[in-house]
């Protein structure tokens, strides 16, 4: 089946520093996702990427699909405490699994004052 | 507005029970999917759906059962609990052409 695999499983950063953190499949998406999570919530989207090749940003935050479809980064600049939560990239898939949506094991950001 | 909503927030089961966890939409949207997350683990997807009635395994369907029998409804049944099935489930939901899933806000359910 699609697997995803997210690195780095966890990160403990200073406030100020940047963030990088990337997916990888065996499989082609259709579309590559990156969501956030706060302890006791739901996942909320933080970026959507749709074309291969394509950089998308949303403030402080930059993602990326990457051209062979197969991965996607997520860059975070000038982190801040409420940056912190856990990370997911997502992927959606076509062809014969057209709608499943398939989430990496997460990343878990921790950032010191 | 309510978005995804799921039912129960909370829920003990003892071993061999059985339940159904509650899921509804009221966006319209075809595509609904159910995850389950285990402490400090990512999302394990268990079923989802495309369409009323269509549904399809996700990567640990196991022990658990869908049916989509209206766009806005997609509930999960548990037959036989078992300890192993201890997590937190999300429910989510999106439309068409749009992949942003819109989450509920979970159901965590133990099973001793």
């Known amino acids: 089946g699609q697997q995803l695999n997210q690195s780095p499983q966890s990160m403990f950063i200073q406030e100020g520093e940047d963030v990088s953190m990337n997916c990888t499949s065996s499989s082609i998406f259709n579309t590559w996702l990156w969501y956030k999570q706060d302890p006791g919530e739901g996942p909320v989207l933080l970026i959507a990427l749709y074309k291969a090749g394509e950089l998308t940003s949303n403030g402080r935050l930059t993602a990326q699909f990457g051209i062979t479809r197969k991965d996607s980064f997520l860059n975070i600049s000038a982190s801040i405490p409420s940056d912190v939560g856990i990370y997911f990239c997502?992927?959606?898939?076509?062809?014969?699994?057209?709608?499943?949506?398939?989430f990496g094991q997460g990343t878990i950001l921790t950032v010191h004052p | 507005n309510a978005g995804v909503t799921q039912t129960p927030k909370f829920r003990i089961l003892k071993i061999g029970q059985s339940m159904t966890l509650q899921c509804t939409q009221d966006m319209n949207h075809n595509y609904m999917y159910w995850y389950r997350q285990d402490p400090g683990m990512g999302l394990k997807l268990i079923y989802y759906?495309?369409?009323?009635?269509?549904?399809d395994k996700g990567e640990v369907p196991n022990g658990y059962n869908v049916s989509r029998s209206t766009t806005e409804d997609f509930p999960l049944r548990l037959e036989l609990a078992a300890p192993s099935q201890t997590s937190v489930y999300f429910c989510?939901?999106?439309?068409?052409?749009?992949?942003?899933?819109?989450f509920g806000q979970g159901t965590r359910l133990t099973v001793v």
């Open positions: 759906s495309v369409g009323a009635g269509i549904t």
């Open positions: 997502a992927g959606l898939a076509g062809g014969t699994s057209y709608g499943k949506l398939t």
């Open positions: 989510a939901s999106h439309t068409r052409g749009q992949s942003e899933a819109f």
